[in-house]
């Protein structure tokens, strides 16, 4: 049995058809055993009602957000909480430490970090903190299919147990 929680990127492929490596994902999620735990970071659900908003309001077709949302809904939530908040503050300290200059002052948004070495922005945002803390606090499997995240974070986060799909 595996405890294993959905990133963004993988839930809003999973439920898109239309999505390059729909049939990775797809196959993935079929590949779960009937005894895995599969969560929905709160986080997840947050981004997609934001992207389904953000839509409605520039006036694009949100039909098939508004079906995401109602699909990725089977799946028990992993909420946030006090501990998340302690695995958060630790990932992100870690994650300064790894990629700044700590001897100078660090930029207060992720967002805006940039990698001491190459002087290229991390390109990771709050929310992939948020469920990357998840993930550690709780020993969760991230499944995910964003390049990104497992590139920045599998080098520091050696604990976080990453499958990229």
Same mark, same amino acid.
Do not use: C
């Given at each position: 049995?595996?405890?294993?929680?959905?990133?963004?990127?993988?839930?809003?492929?999973?439920?898109?058809?239309?999505?390059?490596?729909?049939?990775?994902?797809?196959?993935?999620?079929?590949?779960?055993?009937?005894?895995?735990?599969?969560?929905?970071?709160?986080?997840?659900?947050?981004?997609? =009602?934001?992207?389904?908003?953000?839509?409605?309001?520039?006036?694009?077709?949100?039909?098939?957000? =508004?079906?995401?949302?109602?699909?990725?809904?089977?799946?028990?939530?992993?909420?946030?909480?006090?501990?998340?908040?302690?695995?958060?503050?630790?990932?992100?300290?870690?994650?300064?430490?790894?990629?700044?200059?700590?001897?100078?002052?660090?930029?207060?948004?992720?967002?805006?970090?940039?990698?001491?070495?190459?002087?290229?922005?991390?390109?990771?945002?709050?929310?992939?903190?948020?469920?990357?803390?998840?993930?550690?606090?709780?020993?969760?499997?991230?499944?995910?299919?964003? =390049?990104?995240?497992?590139?920045?974070?599998?080098?520091?986060?050696?604990?976080? =147990?990453?499958?990229?799909?």
């Amino acid at each position: 049995m595996e405890q294993i929680l959905l990133d963004t990127n993988f839930v809003s492929v999973l439920f898109d058809p239309r999505r390059p490596n729909f049939n990775a994902v797809e196959a993935r999620a079929k590949a779960f055993a009937q005894s895995d735990l599969v969560y929905l970071s709160v986080v997840v659900l947050a981004e997609l =009602r934001y992207g389904m908003e953000a839509a409605q309001r520039i006036g694009q077709d949100i039909s098939h957000i =508004r079906r995401t949302l109602t699909q990725a809904a089977s799946y028990p939530l992993a909420e946030i909480g006090r501990h998340t908040a302690e695995a958060y503050g630790d990932v992100k300290a870690r994650l300064a430490d790894h990629y700044l200059d700590m001897s100078r002052r660090a930029p207060r948004w992720l967002e805006d970090w940039q990698d001491r070495a190459s002087g290229k922005t991390l390109q990771v945002d709050e929310n992939d903190l948020w469920i990357v803390a998840q993930a550690v606090e709780r020993d969760y499997l991230l499944v995910t299919s964003d =390049r990104r995240l497992a590139d920045r974070f599998s080098p520091v986060i050696t604990e976080l =147990r990453l499958s990229l799909i």
